[in-house]
């Protein structure tokens, strides 16, 4: 399984953004769903025929929905989407495909775009700027306005722009959580100060959330995509991490909603120990924050939040690999990782101890 895709995380030591090759290790990789192409007549086929594939990076300021679309995109939780900024670490990858028309989009989903203010939101941004250089498109995600200066680009709003006009792919500018407004004439302002930008090749309006309108948007991005394909093996739809990425980020999800407002920013997972045996998957795992007090509070009165941490994660777990998990939980104190620029790599793209 798994011949394909060289993606989007190599942990940021190069730039190898959406490679298409064999791969040159045997790690684990995730199938999703099937991805099968028919064998074509070569002879001149008319448009909705033609194969067309691509990158597509999702940018946007943090929140406005970009991992939540992927996952709607792709028909299953991949990347995973809580309402606490910040909480997408690394590229992640995940292809679309259809048969009709022959499509395959290789979406690359970003951490949120913003003025780092640490080392953390430095390699947040990097990563980021990594996903934008190797696409062929990229989809930018901006969302409702709400309250007042509904017509005005909020300063992250502006941040992500200046990095997408840098970039100068075609772009599509997406108007996320159309769910949450009745009268869309409210959204008129918005796109119009950001289109005046950023001239994009189309403006549509979703809901991620909802699923509202996703097709028009894979139809205006296969538009802007090469003819051919990207992966020409019929392997499975694939993704370039391995199930203990994945593994680290159910676990983090888990505890960032269990810890949410107390806990922010400066939690991370590392995957100690993978094995599987005998149907049983076997997981040792560390939850990483920034201080005692936050230890304390993951952990909770005689463990209980650690225990329904575990309890929520295992049960992700099990459904991700399809297989029971036992899972072990430890938490460490490591000070001000988020302000190390080598420990909040390691930390945000490895999941591996530092
Ligand atoms: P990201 O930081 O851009 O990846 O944003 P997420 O996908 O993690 O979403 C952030 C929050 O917005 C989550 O609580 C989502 O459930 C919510 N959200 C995403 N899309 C929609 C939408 O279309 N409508 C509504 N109402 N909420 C959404
Ligand atoms: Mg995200």
Request: hydrophobic share 40%; net charge positive.
């Amino acid at each position: 399984m798994g011949r394909g895709a060289r993606g989007a995380n190599d942990g940021g030591r190069s730039n190898g953004v959406g490679r298409v090759g064999p791969l040159d290790h045997p790690r684990r990789r995730i199938m999703l769903g099937r991805m099968a192409p028919q064998p074509r007549d070569p002879s001149p086929t008319p448009e909705a025929e033609t194969p067309r594939a691509g990158r597509v990076a999702l940018v946007g300021r943090p929140n406005v929905g970009k991992s939540t679309l992927l996952n709607a995109a792709l028909g299953q939780k991949l990347a995973i989407a809580t309402p606490t900024p910040g909480t997408t670490r690394t590229c992640l990858l995940g292809v679309y495909a259809s048969d009709e028309p022959p499509t395959q989009i290789a979406f690359i989903d970003t951490p949120g775009l913003h003025r780092p203010k640490s080392a953390l939101g430095r390699v947040l941004r990097e990563q980021a700027a990594l996903g934008l250089e190797g696409s062929d498109a990229v989809v930018m995600m901006i969302e409702v306005p709400r309250g007042r200066g509904a017509g005005t680009i909020s300063e992250q709003d502006a941040a992500v722009l200046e990095l997408v006009q840098a970039a100068g792919r075609p772009t599509v500018l997406v108007i996320n959580k159309v769910d949450l407004v009745r009268d869309k004439s409210r959204l008129l302002p918005l796109i119009d100060a950001v289109a005046a930008q950023l001239s994009p090749e189309a403006v549509v309006p979703v809901s991620a959330l909802r699923g509202t309108n996703l097709d028009a948007l894979l139809a205006e991005l296969r538009a802007l995509l090469p003819e051919g394909r990207l992966y020409d093996d019929g392997d499975d739809v694939l993704t370039d991490r391995p199930e203990r990425f994945f593994v680290a980020e159910l676990l983090r999800e888990a505890a960032i909603a269990e810890t949410r407002a107390e806990v922010p920013h400066g939690l991370a997972c590392v995957i100690d120990t993978f094995e599987e045996r005998g149907g049983l998957v076997r997981i040792e795992a560390t939850i990483v924050v920034e201080k005692e007090s936050h230890k304390g509070i993951v952990i909770g009165a005689r463990g209980a939040r650690l225990k329904a941490i575990g309890t929520a994660a295992r049960g992700e777990m099990e459904r991700l690999l399809e297989r029971k998990v036992f899972l072990k939980l430890w938490v460490k104190v490591m000070p001000k990782w988020t302000a190390n620029p080598a420990v909040a790599r390691r930390l945000a793209t490895e999941v591996e101890q530092p």
